[in-house]
């Protein structure tokens, strides 16, 4: 019997994923309540309090992966809470300043890396457009993979745009998750809009995808800049008609098993 895939949200966009036999640490933001800088100078992040203690989330961890070197995937506290010498996978861009934080196994993924019978593409995207994208830098999706299990898509801080959709068709995945926080920084936003999915942009997510893919929301109530709460995102789903078995919110501490 294939052993059951596990996704527990921790909180915002930090994931602990069981899967092909490993155990994934994804975006690793550890702080404490309240003890980051805020985006919008307004409530400092993370806006709430981990639901669990920091042994349930870092013992037994395989790897570390992380989408982007932004403060709330990937925080000050990490090489205090992880071993210097854990595999740590990162986009080509970041690959440097994590080896500047301590950690002496970080390797970047070009386009794939194999481990084991898991495999991890990965997807780049754009975290916003204009002006405010280019400010965000750039940003990566992975694809999980492996024979015998579901494939996953994490989408990351990526935007919903053609380059997404063609890495979908490529691979076909059963579950995206998606950072659905609909995160602004107003005076660009007004113009360019969000700098990731929002709840209009969800339901147009799940409007064009085959309906066998099934989305995992997450990135939600942890940052000031975050503007879609899971109650926006599930009353919009509602109005919109969607069948809520095709859109998954948990809550901080809640565990999927796939």
């Not at 690793?28 to 309090?49: I, N």
């Not at 991890?120 to 457009?129: K, L, M, V």
């Not at 999980?144 to 994490?154: D, K």
Request: glycine letters at 8%; aromatic letters at 6%; hydrophobic letters at 40%.
């Amino acid at each position: 019997m294939e052993e059951k895939v596990t996704i527990r949200l921790i909180r915002n966009a930090t994931l602990r994923i069981r899967y092909a036999g490993k155990e994934i640490l994804l975006d690793p933001m550890l702080a404490e309540k309240g003890t980051l800088q805020s985006a919008l100078g307004v409530y400092k992040t993370p806006r709430v309090h981990l639901t669990m203690p920091m042994n349930e989330i870092t013992n037994g961890v395989d790897m570390v992966l992380l989408t982007h070197n932004h403060i709330d995937h990937y925080d000050p506290t990490v090489k205090q809470h992880l071993p210097q010498d854990i595999l740590f996978l990162t986009q080509p861009q970041d690959k440097g300043n994590i080896m500047q934080d301590g950690f002496t196994n970080v390797e970047s993924i070009e386009t794939d890396k194999t481990i084991g019978v898991l495999t991890i593409h990965r997807i780049q995207g754009h975290h916003g457009f204009g002006q405010i994208g280019e400010m965000m830098g750039p940003v990566s999706g992975y694809v999980l993979t492996a024979h015998g299990f579901p494939t996953i898509y994490i989408m990351s801080d990526c935007k919903w745009e053609e380059c997404i959709r063609q890495a979908i068709e490529q691979f076909f995945p059963d579950y995206i998750i998606v950072n659905s926080g609909g995160a602004i920084f107003p005076e660009f936003s007004r113009t360019e809009g969000s700098i990731i999915p929002d709840e209009q942009e969800v339901m147009t997510m799940l409007d064009e995808l085959p309906t066998h893919i099934k989305l995992i929301a997450v990135h939600m109530e942890a940052t000031d800049h975050g503007q879609t709460t899971r109650a926006i995102l599930r009353n919009e789903a509602i109005h919109h008609g969607i069948d809520m078995n095709r859109l998954i919110i948990p809550e901080d501490g809640e565990t999927i098993v796939l």
